[in-house]
């Protein structure tokens, strides 16, 4: 089994809304963390949203009061909810999960946002 598998992506006007899903396996699941990274063409990859196992959270402050991070521990899935998007906002988007032994990223899914 893949160890995450991002969804959700696509392209969407400015003050728009997507939903990302991470999907993860019980292994990767069971990180401390699981966060969303996005990384734009030329710029460095910058960490958005983290999430425990507890539900406690954690935002960039460009995702604050527009972003919300969750996650369903039935379906093994992180969300990223973004609203309220911004052309700045378009990038690659990725979570990541480390187990401490192992770490795990996944493939990644685009968000363009147009102005």
């Known amino acids: 089994q893949v160890p995450l598998v991002e969804s959700g992506g696509g392209l969407v006007q400015a003050g728009g809304s997507l939903r990302l899903s991470c999907a993860a396996s019980?292994?990767?699941?069971?990180?401390?963390?699981i966060d969303w990274y996005r990384q734009a063409p030329g710029k460095q990859r910058e960490l958005v949203a983290s999430i425990t196992r507890a539900g406690v959270t954690n935002y960039a402050d460009s995702a604050k009061g527009r972003f919300t991070i969750s996650r369903d521990n039935a379906k093994n899935t992180v969300y990223l909810q973004m609203n309220n998007l911004k052309p700045e906002d378009t990038a690659v988007y990725s979570c990541?999960?480390?187990?401490?032994?192992?770490?795990?990223w996944g493939q990644g899914t685009q968000v363009t946002v147009s102005s």
């Open positions: 019980r292994t990767a699941f069971g990180a401390n963390f």
């Open positions: 990541y999960a480390n187990l401490g032994f192992a770490d795990y």
